[in-house]
Nanobody, 115 residues
Framework: QVQLQESGPGLVKPSQTLSLTCTVS??????????WSWIRQFPGKGLEWMGI???????YYNPSLKSRTSFSRDTTKNQFTLQLTSVTPEDTAVYYC???????WGQGTRVSVSS
């Protein structure tokens, strides 16, 4: 089973771009039929799936976030990244990376959007 670890700034100012990285160990992000997601949890609320990047690098985004979301990957570092543009305080959440099919989660990283 793979292990996931999120990293990135804990505080972002409104209108800026949020960038987070998920470092994967115990397996390759290019392993066949593996898919990698970002999921966030708002304070006191449920989870929101943000999108997915496949083992081949294909991406699919939550339609509600598509205009602001971009995923990429660095296969040499075994990492995949999230960029969320034009953030507002409503983007304050705990951000998790997740893998399928083994359903592994990172520990989550809390991001606050505030001036």
């Amino acid at each position: 089973q793979v292990q996931l670890q999120e990293s990135g700034p804990g505080l972002v100012k409104p209108s800026q771009t949020l960038s987070l990285t998920c470092t994967v160990s115990g397996g390759s992000i290019t392993a066949n039929n593996y898919y990698w997601s970002w999921i966030r949890q708002f304070p006191g609320k449920g989870l929101e799936w943000m999108g997915i990047i496949s083992y081949g690098g294909d991406t699919y985004y939550n339609p509600s976030l598509k205009s602001r979301t971009s995923f990429s990957r660095d296969t040499t570092k075994n990492q995949f990244t999230l960029q969320l543009t034009s953030v507002t305080p409503e983007d304050t959440a705990v951000y998790y990376c997740y893998s399928f099919p083994d359903h592994s989660w990172g520990q989550g990283t809390r991001v606050s959007v505030s001036s």
